[in-house]
């Protein structure tokens, strides 16, 4: 019998649509990043802005631009009783045939049950659905979270580097269809 309570029944990810879930993502994203890790805030605050009301069939990262960028969230149902967001991430184009992957952050409560695995298989499905011209995912790691995405099936590329005084190496992974 497993010791820990496999929670991912109770897990839905869908992309950001309103303003509200723009807001509980960013206050995850906010508390991981510098609050809990003491980056810059102007790190998020200079974000580009991310298309929050894509709910048509055309592609929400169709466009390699920075501009066209989607957000995922996490949400665990029943717990307690109305839907709480856990966890986000972005998606955006890279280039004409990559996408990537970017701000992943899960609530602290949360880590270490498998929701940031299913966010990220979440984001290469939507890729694959609605953006096939991709064929590859880079994410920007933080180094000592690199373990994780090689488990994800991503592989290093290229050497490390620091932003903002923390070392970051770049993860890629192919997109199988």
């Known amino acids: ?14 992309q950001v649509k309103t303003e509200q879930e723009m807001a509980e993502c960013m206050k995850i994203r906010f508390e991981t990043f510098v609050d809990e890790q003491g980056f810059d805030a102007k790190i998020e605050e200079d974000d580009p802005p991310t298309t929050t009301t894509t709910t048509t069939t055309t592609s929400p990262i169709s ?20 839907r709480t967001v856990i966890g986000t991430l972005r998606v955006f184009a890279e280039n004409k ?16 049950l498998g929701i940031g695995k299913i966010l990220i298989n979440s984001a290469e499905v939507l890729v694959k659905k609605h953006a096939p011209q991709y064929k590859k995912m880079l994410i920007q790691s933080q180094y000592d979270k690199v373990d ?27 997109l199988l269809l």
Do not use: N, W
Not at 1 to 14: L, T
Not at 97 to 112: E, L, M, N, P, W
């Open 97 to 112: 045939d990559t996408g990537h992957i970017g701000r992943v952050a899960i609530s602290k409560q949360f880590r270490g």
């Open 148 to 174: 994780f995405y090689l488990k994800c099936g991503y592989v290093k590329k290229g050497e490390a580097y620091i932003v903002e005084d923390v070392l970051h190496q770049d993860v890629i992974k192919t």
């Open 1 to 14: 019998m497993p010791s820990v309570f496999d929670i991912s029944p109770y897990i839905s990810v869908h």
């Open 63 to 82: 466009t390699p631009s920075k501009e066209t960028d989607s957000s995922l969230l996490a949400q665990l149902q029943g717990f307690p009783l109305k």
